[in-house]
């Protein structure tokens, strides 16, 4: 899971303004903290350990720590250097590559990707996790790849779940996905290593 950029008008405009995330400028595979400092302002970039999954914690960079609707996570390949983009978090008002976007439906990520597409299960640690190996959204401009995490909504508390929980590979054309309101919660960007791959 793992990365991408704003549209340059909004770059020059100032972070204060929302929008469309590409996978260029601060968010290209070829990022750094540096460029972010540049991009976003030294006040707005912070580097520290950060909770990773079951339970951990990672080096990554966020920028507006201090703004949640704002905050973004970028990971490095290289974290000694601070570079070379492994991942970053797309906040909840911007659009990911792709058009995807926080609260979209199963069936609107569908409709972007131009068909179904597999997920995880939910009520586990890594559920409701999706990426796209096929499809519109396994091929978007700049190299990069797009992961989502849905989440559940409300449903009848009698309705057996057990087709969509647990450790197990699910499809997006699943009926009971829309019996409980399942939408986007994040959404991550990534790149392979691509420095790895031409050693």
Not at 92 to 111: I, N, S, Y
Not at 113 to 136: E, I
Not at 155 to 184: C, F, K, M, N, R
């Amino acid at each position: 899971m793992r990365t991408l950029a704003l549209v340059p008008f909004l770059l020059l405009a100032g972070p204060a303004m929302a929008g469309e995330i590409k996978c260029e400028g601060a968010f290209a595979a070829d990022s750094s903290e540096a460029r972010l400092v540049e991009s976003f302002g030294k006040d707005n970039v912070v580097t520290g350990d950060v909770p990773g999954p079951e339970g951990s914690t990672v080096l990554a960079t966020t920028v507006f720590p201090n703004d949640p609707a704002r905050a973004m996570e970028f990971g490095w390949w290289d974290e000694e250097k601070l570079e070379r983009t492994a991942y970053f978090t797309v906040p909840a008002g911007d659009t990911a590559p792709g058009g995807l976007r926080v609260g979209m439906t199963v069936k609107q990520v569908e409709a972007l990707n131009g068909g179904p597409f597999d997920m995880y299960g939910f009520f586990w640690d890594y559920g409701g996790s999706a990426g796209f190996d096929g499809g519109k959204l396994a091929d978007l401009p700049g190299g990069c790849n797009v992961s989502v995490r849905f989440a559940v909504g409300d449903y009848p508390a009698d309705l057996d779940v057990a087709a969509i929980s647990g450790d197990q590979q699910i499809s997006s054309s699943e009926p009971l996905l829309e019996t409980v309101h399942a939408t986007i919660e994040s959404i991550t960007v990534g790149y392979p290593d691509f420095s790895a791959a031409e050693d």
